[in-house]
């Protein structure tokens, strides 16, 4: 049975834009191995990935949005390659597009409204079809394209039978909120009429907010950024503050298998017989000679969008004030975003040869190369929920020069603190001038301070992000709003079992979790049976690492990873403790902001 189902429009591998693709690909994941069988369900896009698996229908159904019918399909990744059960809902004429948010001239979908409000019924329909002992012990809702399934299952009679179902609702940004005017409350499906009050906030229909008022727990993805929301959340600093005792930041984790050093196939040189000074130079020599670099400067790289709350518009200015004034070093840039922020760092490229270069592109290898190779990274955001750029990269050995400002706060302490805490080098100004002098400390202890680097470099390799510490913190919420969520507890029968839609049957593979009996197919709408068989991680593809072009060397070709170096040595790291959750206290006198949300 499944104990967890996580709704949400991105996971990883099958559809990501960014770190709630990376959050909702490894919570199932990581809950299933430690015994609680945890799955997700995202739409189905007409994206590569989704396109190139094998897919078992086990539920279809219809819903009613705005007098109009829509046929939809639940389907099941056919051989669970991701070690979780991992469904789609396929909805013809909604999400059989090439994209997830924008079309591929990068506009927005039109019908963005109508697609999750629909993607919702959906899902909470198919959720019906389950006999009651078998539904999910905890529906976990990620941002504001889910956030009407707490509102629904409690205020919509055609789903108030899920309504005991505890409903975490977990908070990825919250500058997107969801908000739509009440010309579109046609869309939303017949519900009580005091509800209508829970939806409505400054005049018009914000999900968030209806998602903060029901759900039973609301999360964060790390302390500082709840604190930043009670202070600025483009107006729901009263909501937050009076909703305060529900809330907790978790900060997120990041799948230590596929970011292992030791075993990723997507970089040239793997760490081999904990030598890191040798890993660093190795991997740092391919990015100097695909780039055109010296050896002999400090490699500060960005990796990530391209857009405001990033701060990538700091870069260009922060780095011609760098090289202008001659300090040695050099700047490397991966991503996508703002046409503005492209040509900036496109000219720069022409300007700089030898200094800076950019690829504007979205390259899931040439990112584990660049953190794999690079001395430093840096992320000025101006807003950072949590951020996992910082923790990849200091898995990978590299220094993180960041902006002290949510995750990246709770992550990266400055190396100035006393204790010997230290793991990079923070600033707090929003400021070409505040983002220089970080620079400059790291490149002056690059040069002046090797012995320093090396220690450095070691102690934040030494740090545990993973998941399995972050789970734990998961749980304990799901046991403070009620939820039985246990590994391996026994199934009770039902006194009167629910009646199902009558189904075709199909075949539904389920990942093994240790005792239980082997998989088996099971008719559709059925509770996924929890087999016997302890989880086994399936070899990786390999990979293959796509040398960009630069300006002087040879066209870009395809580049065989090295064969994976396999260690026999113990494991030498101690993981540091997990620190205690701290309570929010909320301030009570702060201004207001009258600010409504966005709609992504």
């Known amino acids: 049975m499944i104990q967890v189902l996580h709704i949400s ?8 834009t960014g770190g709630l693709a990376d959050v909702v690909g490894s919570l199932p994941k990581y809950f299933t191995d430690a015994g609680m069988l945890s799955a997700a369900v995202i739409p189905k896009y007409a994206l590569k990935w989704i396109n190139g698996r094998e897919w078992v229908t086990v539920y279809g159904g219809s819903v009613w949005v705005n007098w109009r019918e829509w046929r939809f399909t639940v389907q099941q990744e056919a051989n669970n390659t991701l070690g979780f059960p991992f469904f789609v809902v396929d909805i013809p004429g909604l999400y059989d597009r090439p994209g997830i948010y924008n079309d591929p001239s990068g506009a927005p979908y039109g019908d963005e409204i109508e697609r999750y409000i629909t993607f919702q019924q959906a899902v909470l329909d198919w959720l019906l079809s389950f006999p009651w ?18 509102w629904m299952v409690k205020y919509c009679p055609a789903y108030q039978q899920l309504g005991p179902i505890p409903t975490v609702f977990t908070i990825h940004n919250g500058q997107y909120q969801g908000a739509f005017g009440w010309n579109n409350g046609h869309l939303l499906p017949p519900y009580e009429a005091g509800a209508r009050s829970i939806l409505d906030w400054n005049g018009i229909v914000n999900p968030m907010a209806a998602a903060i008022k029901t759900a039973w727990a609301v999360t964060t993805v790390s302390e500082t950024y709840l604190y930043e929301l009670h202070e600025n959340s483009l107006g729901l600093e009263p909501l937050f503050r009076a909703e305060w005792r529900k809330q907790w930041g978790i900060i997120n984790g990041i799948d230590a298998d596929v970011w292992d050093p030791e075993a990723d196939t997507m970089i040239r040189h793997r760490l081999a017989n904990d030598d890191i000074r040798a890993f660093k130079a190795k991997n740092k020599r391919e990015l100097c000679e695909w780039f055109g670099f010296p050896e002999d400067a400090p490699l500060i790289s960005f990796i990530g969008r391209m857009v ?17 004034s001659g300090t040695k070093a050099c700047f ?43 001395d430093f990274l840096i992320m000025p955001s101006r807003v950072e929920p949590c951020g996992l750029n910082q923790m990849y990269s200091m898995r990978y050995g590299t220094i993180p020069i960041v902006r002290t400002v949510g995750g990246l706060k709770d992550t990266v302490p400055d190396i100035g603190e006393p204790g010997g805490i230290g793991r990079g080098i923070r600033f707090d100004q929003f400021s070409v001038e505040d983002a220089t002098h970080a620079l400059y400390r790291a490149i002056s202890m690059w040069h002046n301070n090797p012995d320093i680097i090396d220690h450095l470099r070691q102690r934040i390799m030494a740090v545990d992000f993973s998941w399995k510490k972050t789970i734990e913190k998961y749980q304990a919420v799901y046991r403070q709003v009620g939820a039985a969520v246990e590994p391996e507890l026994p199934v009770v029968a039902p006194e009167q079992p629910m009646a199902q839609k009558s189904l075709p049957e199909a075949k539904v593979k389920i990942p093994a979790v240790r005792g239980r009996k082997p998989a088996q197919a099971v008719k559709p709408a059925e509770p996924v049976v929890v087999p016997e068989q302890p989880l086994t991680p399936k070899s990786a ?10 300006r002087g060397r040879k066209p870009a070709q395809t580049v065989k990873p090295a064969e994976p170096v396999i260690s026999d040595k113990p494991e030498k790291v101690k993981k540091a403790p997990v620190a205690a959750r701290k309570k929010a206290t909320p301030k009570t006198d702060e201004k207001k902001d009258g600010g409504k949300g966005k709609k992504k």
């Open 9 to 16: 429009a991105e996971c990883y591998p099958a559809a990501k």
């Open 133 to 150: 002992q078998n539904r999910p012990r905890v529906l976990h809702c990620h941002d504001h394209h889910t956030a009407l399934v707490p």
């Open 308 to 324: 405001g709350e990033k701060g990538v518009d700091l870069l260009p200015d922060t780095y011609r004030r760098i090289i202008q």
């Open 332 to 374: 490397l840039v991966l991503g996508t975003g703002e046409p503005w922020t492209q040509n900036q760092f496109r000219a720069l490229a022409h300007q700089y040869p030898g200094r800076f270069n950019a690829v504007i592109d979205y390259n899931e290898a040439l990112s584990h190369q660049i953190y794999a190779g690079s």
């Open 541 to 550: 593809p390999e990979a293959k690492l796509k040398t960009p072009a630069v």
